[in-house]
C-alpha cells in the first residue's frame, strides 16, 4: 500500500506547520478578490490560517495575511473567517 504524501501548510497566525485539512486558506485570485476556501482547491495566492480565533486575531494583527496574499484584506473577509471559526469551535 502506497502512503500519500502529508503536505504541510503554516499558519499565517501561530507560524506552526500543520497538515492541509487542518487549517482554512484564504485565496486572492486573478482580479484581486479575497475570498475563504473551505475545499482548498480554489486558483489563485493562498494563505492558510488554524481552525483557532486566536490564530486569526494574531494573523491581522501582525499583518501576516496582508502580506502573504500582497493585498490589504476587505473586514468582510475577516468577519467571514471569523464566522467560520467560531462554528468550527462548537
Same mark, same amino acid.
Given at each position: 500500500?502506497?502512503?500519500?504524501?502529508?503536505?504541510?501548510?503554516?499558519?499565517?497566525? #501561530?507560524?506552526?506547520?500543520?497538515? =492541509?485539512?487542518?487549517?482554512?486558506?484564504?485565496?486572492?485570485?486573478?482580479?484581486?478578490?479575497?475570498? &475563504?476556501d473551505l475545499k482548498g482547491k480554489a486558483n489563485g495566492r493562498g494563505a492558510y490560517?488554524?481552525?483557532?480565533?486566536? #490564530?486569526?486575531?494574531?494573523?491581522? =494583527?501582525?499583518k501576516r495575511l496582508e502580506r502573504a496574499l500582497e493585498c490589504a484584506i476587505p473586514?468582510? &473577509?475577516?468577519?467571514?473567517?471569523?464566522?467560520?471559526?467560531?462554528?468550527?469551535?462548537?
Amino acid at each position: 500500500m502506497v502512503k500519500k504524501k502529508l503536505h504541510l501548510r503554516t499558519c499565517m497566525g #501561530c507560524m506552526t506547520a500543520k497538515p =492541509k485539512p487542518e487549517l482554512v486558506r484564504v485565496v486572492r485570485d486573478k482580479e484581486n478578490r479575497i475570498s &475563504v476556501d473551505l475545499k482548498g482547491k480554489a486558483n489563485g495566492r493562498g494563505a492558510y490560517i488554524c481552525r483557532s480565533a486566536d #490564530c486569526l486575531k494574531k494573523a491581522v =494583527k501582525a499583518k501576516r495575511l496582508e502580506r502573504a496574499l500582497e493585498c490589504a484584506i476587505p473586514p468582510e &473577509v475577516i468577519a467571514g473567517l471569523e464566522e467560520i471559526l467560531s462554528g468550527a469551535a462548537e
